[in-house]
């Protein structure tokens, strides 16, 4: 079964620095994996998605992430911190060879919090 | 605009008086879900739907239910609510398998 650790639950970090948001994931086989954005109040919104296609994925709002099977990494990363990026982040794997409907297991979340 | 709707989005309720929370999709999804949101827990699945009529069990089915006669809408229900049901829900659809869940904004539930 498949699984996946937020390494964080907050990160701190000032407007205008490089934010890094920590996921581990384990599968049986090739994932797909997803990071969402919640903003308060807010449902939940992708930001990007992992599919076996180029490692490094690109997002929106300049977020992007690497796919590092090695390590079982998939990151997510922001070179400039913005105070409007401060929202909770969840990981999320997917098992393809799951034969129940989108068997998504989410991450418990990194509150990411910007500061002026 | 695509979106998907949820109602109520607050409520407050006492233990046994059965509740339903509407959920309604504009974007013709086969597959809708919903989760329950916990601090600390991340999202759990409660019911998924494939399609019109075919519902199965999540990770948390227990003391919900649901129904799918429309494509569009998905309630979950709750027969004799509990304390340990308060929760922020959210209802999920998407247009395949593993592909991107469209949320909505959430509903926020305490049982007294």
């Known amino acids: 079964a498949q699984s996946v650790t937020q390494l964080d639950s907050h990160v701190s970090v000032s407007e205008g620095t490089p934010v890094l948001l920590r996921c581990n994931y384990s599968s049986s086989y090739s994932p797909s994996l997803f990071w969402y954005v919640q903003h308060p109040n807010k449902g939940l919104q992708l930001l990007l998605k992992?599919?076996?296609?180029?490692?490094l994925v690109k997002g929106i709002n300049g977020f992007e992430a690497e796919f590092k099977k090695s390590e079982t990494s998939f990151h997510l990363t922001k070179p400039s911190a913005h105070m409007s990026d401060a929202a909770e982040y969840f990981c999320?794997?997917?098992?393809?060879?799951?034969?129940?409907?989108?068997?998504?297991?989410f991450g418990t979340g990194t509150r990411l919090l910007v500061s002026p | 605009e695509a979106q998907v709707t949820q109602n109520p989005r607050y409520l407050i309720t006492v233990t046994g008086k059965k509740l339903t929370v509407t959920c309604s999709q504009n974007m013709n999804h086969e597959y809708m879900s919903w989760y329950r949101q916990d601090p600390g827990l991340g999202l759990r699945q409660i019911y998924y739907s494939m399609n019109v009529e075919v519902t199965d069990k999540g990770d948390v089915p227990e003391g919900y239910k649901v129904s799918r006669k429309e494509k569009r809408n998905f309630p979950l229900i709750l027969e004799s609510p509990s304390p340990n049901q308060t929760s922020l829900y959210f209802c999920?659809?998407?247009?395949?398998?593993?592909?991107?869940?469209?949320f909505g904004e959430g509903s926020r539930l305490t049982v007294l």
């Open positions: 992992y599919t076996s296609a180029a490692t």
């Open positions: 999320v794997v997917s098992d393809p060879m799951n034969t129940g409907f989108q068997k998504l297991v």
């Open positions: 999920a659809s998407s247009l395949e398998l593993a592909g991107e869940l469209f």
